[in-house]
């Protein structure tokens, strides 16, 4: 049976607990969110929860939170389930979206606008868009290695015809075309588990390399490595390529003339018709995966030039980045403000940190939101819905932080207070979108980022756009406003997802053990190079 996950149309929260578990942790009690929980179990180490980094499970209880309570507040779940024997993903979708049709009929405000449901196998939902990455790899290391087979017995040819002699004086001693056949598969297979070993030991020297080199949203990344399985396939495969690229040329090496090999005399010989159309074969082929092999390679260096030449609208150099979440005492936007605000003194005090920044969803982090807003003014089109845009909340230096230029107007400052206008700043991509003729600063929109009903901004500048979920998306649009103009609405998503980030002087990784309580700490340099 397979497995899928529902997807649903808003992203998922996350939140990630780091903690060190050992088997005796078992009935104690640990203190998460200012609450306590009783362990009472511990899960294999290789078990993958679909939310990277995620460590701690507890019971799902949405009648202790209200707000997650709510018939319209299940958008932050992420469904999973196992279909029952002999029923397709086709039947369980459309059983899924009759069974959301029903609840929009009889809910009508409260699934206003939602969309159907669409169900995902389990398996594409964690390998995403590396599956074609990673069986391209796979097919360019075959073609490697039967590069290898056929150079092997080409190279087997060329000495078998050294041997002519040598086989014939077996052969007239009373050896068995079989046996001579044995003596030299043997020699290929000896061959062929020592270059198996060979290739096992740059692997295990090479692993780390690789990985270093890897994505860091590959999925199982933590479990790449040798194990058993790798080693017995490593040995099975070279023991039957060696089998199969040695059966050949010693074959065609046993089929000589006994009689004329040794009237021969030493003279050379160019081993018939068969051995020589065989060589070609070789050859031919050898050059062919060859040539295929030089294509994807250059087609592979041009893409990773062009990915290296990609500009992500920030600069990474020397920027250190830290998430944390805050407990639930932080209820009140308050509370979250003064947090930040005592913060930040205490890590630009640190020595070497030059500028300090905190946003709500860090580029390239996989945390994800948005939100609609209209410009006031502009009325809309009759039924039409309106737009969105990707949605920040950030404090006033994060910007000159991250090295996100400022293209017109001005960026926050401490004067942008709860108490003062709301306030905007916006990519170039939503002004471009926009404000095609002119520049959006001093316009009002009204964006729907509250429970109440949109709130009017003013948009105060224009910042460069940034490349949020991939190097390889196009930016369709981002708006910024300041942490401390947060509405109440707001304060849950924002203490679960706090990105700090730190320019320093030097290597950013040297102030990971100053900075704390963050709980994960890294180079935004290395994230983004890997």
Same mark, same amino acid.
């Given at each position: 049976?397979?497995?899928?996950?529902?997807?649903?149309?808003?992203?998922?929260?996350?939140?990630?607990?780091?903690?060190?578990?050992?088997?005796?942790?078992?009935?104690?009690?640990?203190?998460?969110?200012?609450?306590?929980?009783?362990?009472?179990?511990?899960?294999?180490?290789?078990?993958?929860?679909?939310?990277?980094?995620?460590?701690?499970?507890?019971?799902?209880?949405?009648?202790?939170?209200?707000?997650?309570?709510?018939?319209?507040?299940?958008?932050?779940?992420?469904?999973?389930?196992?279909?029952?024997?002999?029923?397709?993903?086709?039947?369980?979708?459309?059983?899924?979206?009759?069974?959301?049709?029903?609840?929009?009929?009889?809910?009508?405000?409260?699934?206003?606008?939602?969309?159907?449901?669409?169900?995902?196998?389990?398996?594409?939902?964690?390998?995403?868009?590396?599956?074609?990455?990673?069986?391209?790899?796979?097919?360019?290391?075959?073609?490697?290695?039967?590069?290898?087979?056929?150079?092997?017995?080409?190279?087997?040819?060329?000495?078998?015809?050294?041997?002519?002699?040598?086989?014939?004086?077996?052969?007239?001693?009373?050896?068995?075309?079989?046996?001579?056949?044995?003596?030299?598969?043997?020699?290929?297979?000896?061959?062929?588990?020592?270059?198996?070993?060979?290739?096992?030991?740059?692997?295990?020297?090479?692993?780390?390399?690789?990985?270093?080199?890897?994505?860091?949203?590959?999925?199982?990344?933590?479990?790449?490595?040798?194990?058993?399985?790798?080693?017995?396939?490593?040995?099975?495969?070279?023991?039957?390529?060696?089998?199969?690229?040695?059966?050949?040329?010693?074959?065609?090496?046993?089929?000589?003339?006994?009689? !004329?090999?040794?009237? /021969? #005399?030493? *003279?050379?010989? %160019?081993?018939?018709?068969? @051995?020589?159309?065989?060589?070609? $074969?070789?050859?031919?082929?050898?050059?062919?995966?060859?040539?295929?092999?030089?294509?994807?390679?250059?087609?592979?260096?041009?893409?990773?030039?062009?990915?290296?030449?990609?500009?992500?609208?920030?600069?990474?150099?020397?920027?250190?980045?830290?998430?944390?979440?805050?407990?639930?005492?932080?209820?009140?936007?308050?509370?979250?403000?003064?947090?930040?605000?005592?913060?930040?003194?205490?890590?630009?005090?640190?020595?070497?940190?030059?500028?300090?920044?905190?946003?709500?969803?860090?580029?390239?982090?996989?945390?994800?939101?948005?939100?609609?807003?209209?410009?006031?003014?502009?009325?809309?089109?009759?039924?039409? !819905?309106?737009?969105? /845009? #990707?949605? *920040?909340?950030? %404090?006033?230096?994060?910007? @000159?932080?991250?090295?996100?230029? $400022?293209?017109?107007?001005?960026?926050?400052?401490?004067?942008?207070?709860?108490?003062?206008?709301?306030?905007?700043?916006?990519?170039?991509?939503?002004?471009?979108?926009?404000?095609?003729?002119?520049?959006?600063?001093?316009?009002?929109?009204?964006?729907?980022?509250?429970?109440?009903?949109?709130?009017?901004?003013?948009?105060?500048?224009?910042?460069?756009?940034?490349?949020?979920?991939?190097?390889?998306?196009?930016?369709?649009?981002?708006?910024?406003?300041?942490?401390?103009?947060?509405?109440?609405?707001?304060?849950?998503?924002?203490?679960?997802?706090?990105?700090?980030?730190?320019?320093?002087?030097?290597?950013?990784?040297?102030?990971?053990?100053?900075?704390?309580?963050?709980?994960?700490?890294?180079?935004?340099?290395?994230?983004?190079?890997?």
């Amino acid at each position: 049976m397979d497995n899928y996950r529902l997807r649903l149309i808003t992203s998922p929260l996350q939140v990630s607990v780091h903690i060190s578990l050992d088997i005796r942790i078992i009935g104690k009690t640990l203190a998460l969110n200012g609450e306590a929980y009783m362990v009472v179990g511990v899960l294999p180490q290789k078990f993958f929860f679909p939310i990277r980094d995620a460590e701690i499970g507890i019971p799902l209880a949405p009648e202790a939170d209200p707000l997650r309570n709510a018939r319209a507040s299940v958008n932050f779940l992420r469904f999973v389930g196992r279909l029952k024997p002999n029923v397709s993903r086709e039947q369980a979708e459309e059983e899924m979206n009759r069974i959301n049709r029903e609840l929009r009929a009889q809910y009508p405000v409260v699934y206003a606008g939602k969309m159907g449901v669409r169900l995902v196998p389990l398996f594409d939902e964690l390998v995403g868009g590396f599956r074609l990455a990673l069986w391209i790899l796979f097919g360019a290391v075959g073609a490697v290695m039967l590069i290898a087979c056929a150079n092997l017995a080409n190279l087997f040819l060329v000495r078998a015809a050294s041997r002519h002699k040598e086989i014939a004086i077996r052969t007239a001693l009373g050896a068995t075309r079989w046996r001579v056949v044995r003596q030299l598969l043997t020699e290929s297979l000896i061959l062929a588990l020592l270059g198996g070993i060979l290739g096992l030991a740059l692997a295990a020297w090479g692993v780390d390399l690789l990985l270093a080199l890897a994505p860091t949203d590959l999925p199982r990344v933590a479990e790449v490595g040798l194990d058993a399985r790798v080693i017995w396939f490593t040995c099975g495969l070279s023991l039957l390529a060696g089998l199969i690229f040695g059966l050949a040329p010693a074959w065609q090496t046993t089929r000589v003339d006994t009689n !004329a090999e040794l009237k /021969a #005399e030493g *003279r050379g010989s %160019t081993g018939g018709p068969a @051995r020589n159309r065989l060589h070609r $074969l070789f050859v031919i082929s050898e050059v062919a995966l060859s040539l295929v092999l030089l294509i994807g390679a250059g087609l592979f260096i041009k893409s990773f030039l062009r990915l290296q030449e990609v500009k992500p609208g920030f600069d990474t150099k020397n920027v250190l980045v830290a998430k944390l979440s805050l407990p639930k005492s932080y209820a009140s936007r308050e509370s979250v403000s003064a947090f930040i605000d005592e913060l930040v003194p205490r890590l630009k005090a640190l020595p070497g940190v030059k500028s300090v920044g905190a946003v709500s969803q860090l580029p390239l982090s996989g945390v994800f939101a948005s939100i609609p807003f209209t410009i006031v003014g502009r009325p809309l089109e009759r039924q039409a !819905a309106p737009p969105s /845009a #990707e949605y *920040r909340m950030a %404090t006033p230096e994060y910007f @000159r932080t991250m090295g996100i230029p $400022l293209v017109a107007g001005r960026e926050f400052s401490d004067e942008d207070k709860s108490d003062t206008q709301l306030v905007a700043v916006v990519s170039t991509a939503l002004a471009r979108r926009f404000w095609p003729e002119g520049t959006p600063v001093g316009a009002r929109i009204m964006i729907d980022d509250t429970d109440t009903g949109p709130r009017e901004a003013e948009i105060v500048g224009v910042v460069g756009d940034v490349k949020h979920s991939s190097l390889e998306s196009t930016p369709t649009g981002e708006m910024y406003l300041p942490f401390r103009q947060i509405h109440q609405d707001g304060v849950f998503t924002v203490r679960n997802n706090l990105f700090w980030v730190m320019r320093t002087d030097g290597d950013p990784l040297l102030l990971a053990n100053s900075v704390s309580p963050c709980s994960q700490v890294l180079s935004l340099h290395g994230r983004l190079q890997k």
